[in-house]
C-alpha cells in the first residue's frame, strides 16, 4: 500500500459545479499536509496547506482528519482554469511523500 | 511564496554527454533540496535529497555514479546526468523547503526539460 493514496481521476465536471478530491495517507507520524497542483509540463505550485482547523481560500476549502488519516480539497464554483493535476502532499519526519495525483477536467 | 530557479529550462544533447542542472533558491537559503524527475504523464519521483555540505542521499533504484549531486551552497544545488542517454530524457525540477520547523513548505523550481538524442 503507497504511503499516501488518491484517485487519479479524470474527475471530468462541468464549469461551475463543485468537486472534491480525497487523500489517505498511512502513516500516522505525518507530521504536515498540502495540495499542490501541476499543470501540464508545469511545475508543481502551492495551492494551500492543510491544517487540522480546515482552510479556506476563496473558492477552495481543505480539511485534515487525523483519526481517519485523510485530507480533503473542495473546489466550489469550479473555472475552466481550475483543470489540472491536484497533488496530496505529506510531511513526515524530513520526508515529502507525493501522491500520484488526481486530474481534473473542467467541461464548458 | 519563496523562489526557486532552474537553470538551463531545456536542453537537447547528445547521447554519451553529461548535462549539468542548477537549481537555486533566490530569496532563503535552503539547507536541504531535492531533485525530481517526472516522466510523461507520471507522478514526480524523488530521486535524492541534496544536503548541503554533505553527500545526497540517493533513492532506492537511482544510481548515484550516473546523477551527480553537489550542494555547495546554502542557495545552489546541482544535478549533473552523466553519459546520458534516451532513456534519460525527463522533465527534472528541485524543490527547497522554506518556513519554520513545523510550517515548512516546498517550493519547486520550474523544471528542466531533459531530450537526450
Known amino acids: 500500500r503507497k504511503e499516501v493514496e488518491q484517485d487519479p481521476g479524470p474527475f471530468n465536471v462541468p464549469e461551475g459545479a463543485t468537486v472534491a478530491f480525497n487523500c489517505t495517507y498511512s502513516n500516522s507520524a505525518s507530521q504536515s499536509f498540502f495540495w499542490y497542483r501541476q499543470d501540464c509540463r508545469k511545475e508543481p505550485k502551492l495551492l494551500m496547506s492543510?491544517?487540522?482547523s480546515g482552510n479556506e481560500d476563496g473558492r477552495f476549502t481543505a480539511q485534515l482528519n487525523r483519526a481517519s488519516q485523510y485530507i480533503s480539497l473542495l473546489i466550489r464554483d469550479s473555472k475552466l482554469s481550475d483543470s489540472a493535476t491536484y497533488l496530496c502532499v505529506v510531511n513526515r519526519d524530513d520526508k515529502i511523500i507525493f501522491g500520484k495525483g488526481t486530474r481534473l477536467h473542467i467541461l464548458p | 511564496g519563496a523562489v526557486v530557479s532552474q537553470h538551463p529550462s531545456w536542453v537537447i544533447c547528445k547521447s554519451g554527454t553529461s548535462v549539468k542542472i542548477e537549481c537555486r533558491s533566490l530569496d532563503f537559503q535552503a539547507t536541504t533540496m531535492f531533485w525530481y524527475r517526472q516522466f510523461p504523464k507520471q507522478s514526480l519521483m524523488l530521486m535524492a535529497t541534496s544536503n548541503e555540505g554533505s553527500k545526497a542521499t540517493y533513492e532506492q533504484g537511482v544510481e548515484k555514479d550516473k546523477f551527480l549531486i553537489n550542494h555547495a551552497s546554502l542557495t545552489l544545488s546541482t544535478l549533473t546526468v552523466t553519459s546520458a542517454h534516451p532513456e534519460d530524457s525527463s522533465f527534472y525540477i528541485c524543490s527547497a523547503r522554506a518556513g519554520t520547523s513545523g510550517r515548512e513548505t516546498q517550493y519547486f523550481g520550474p523544471g528542466t526539460r531533459l531530450l537526450v538524442l
Open positions: 492543510v491544517y487540522s
